[in-house]
C-alpha cells in the first residue's frame, strides 16, 4: 500500500504563489503517474494537473493551463504543483493522487491512491 501525504497549502492573496508538495511512502515500487485534483465546497472533484512516471510528459486541466507546473523528484518520491498568479476561483482542497500506470489523463478512474488534502484558500 502507498501512503500521499501532502503539504504546502495555506491562505494567500490574488496574485501570489503557493507550493504543493506530494510525498509517497510505503510499498512505492516502480514509478508511476501522479497528479492533482482538486474539490471546492459543493462542487465535483476536478482534474488539476498530472505527470507520466519520468516527468517528461504532461496534462493539465483548462482552468490552470499557463499558471499551474507540474513536476516531480523520483529521487525523493514526491511531487509538486507550482501555483503561480492564484485567483479566488482556485480556492479548494488540493489532492495528490497515484496512478495505476506509467501514465495518465484527467479521469479520476486512473488513480488508484489518494492523500487527504491540503487546503488553498485565495481572497481578493
Known amino acids: 500500500q502507498v501512503q500521499l501525504v501532502e503539504s504546502g497549502g495555506g491562505s494567500v492573496q490574488a496574485g501570489a504563489s503557493l507550493r504543493l508538495s506530494c510525498t509517497a511512502s510505503?510499498?512505492?515500487?516502480?514509478?508511476?503517474?501522479m497528479g492533482w485534483f482538486r474539490q471546492a465546497p459543493g462542487k465535483e472533484r476536478e482534474f488539476v494537473a498530472a505527470?507520466?512516471?519520468?516527468?517528461?510528459?504532461?496534462l493539465y486541466g483548462d482552468s490552470v493551463k499557463g499558471r499551474f507546473t507540474i513536476s516531480r523528484d523520483n529521487a525523493k518520491n514526491t511531487a509538486y504543483l507550482q501555483m503561480n498568479s492564484l485567483k479566488p476561483a482556485d480556492t479548494a482542497v488540493y489532492y495528490c493522487?497515484?496512478?495505476?500506470?506509467?501514465?495518465?489523463?484527467?479521469?479520476?478512474?486512473?488513480?488508484?491512491?489518494w492523500g487527504q488534502g491540503t487546503q488553498v484558500t485565495v481572497s481578493s
Open positions: 493522487a497515484r496512478a495505476r500506470g506509467l501514465v495518465a489523463g484527467p479521469s479520476r478512474a486512473d488513480f488508484t491512491s
Open positions: 510505503g510499498h512505492i515500487g516502480i514509478n508511476l503517474a
Open positions: 505527470i507520466n512516471w519520468s516527468g517528461s510528459s504532461t
